[in-house]
């Protein structure tokens, strides 16, 4: 059983810079692969970002590839998502999943654990 707090998003002009946290709770969490999903109003939740439990396999989706970067330290049980050149249609909630196996894929039904989502607003 994982419990995920996501924190960092705000509302930034375009080009800005935003770092997203997920702070996790649970004893097994770093046999966990985690992953970053986002949803806009009134659209289907989209694929952002995965990381193996070592941190050592990624995948991100063609969208903000050179531009999201996921990462995860272990020792303090928090998974981050470093922004940056942000667009306006980087405009969504973002959640932070875990995965019940170290599989950090693009679909969502590979995740089970989700956060409560933090608002990231860009402007134009």
């Known amino acids: 059983q994982v419990q995920l707090v996501e924190a960092g998003g705000g509302l930034v002009q375009a080009g800005a810079s935003l770092r997203l946290s997920c702070a996790a709770s649970?004893?097994?969490?770093?046999?966990?692969?985690m992953g970053w999903f986002r949803q806009a109003p009134g659209k289907e939740r989209k694929f952002v970002a995965a990381?193996?439990?070592?941190?050592?396999?990624?995948y991100y989706a063609d969208s903000v590839k050179g531009r999201f970067t996921i990462s995860r330290d272990n020792a303090r049980n928090t998974v981050y998502l470093q922004m940056n050149s942000l667009k306006p249609e980087d405009t969504a909630v973002y959640y932070c999943?875990?995965?019940?196996?170290?599989?950090?894929?693009?679909?969502?039904?590979?995740?089970?654990?989700w956060g409560q989502g933090t608002q990231v607003t860009v402007s134009s």
């Open positions: 990381i193996s439990w070592s941190g050592g396999s990624t």
């Open positions: 999943a875990a995965s019940l196996r170290n599989v950090p894929g693009p679909e969502a039904y590979d995740y089970t654990y």
């Open positions: 649970g004893r097994t969490f770093s046999s966990h692969a």
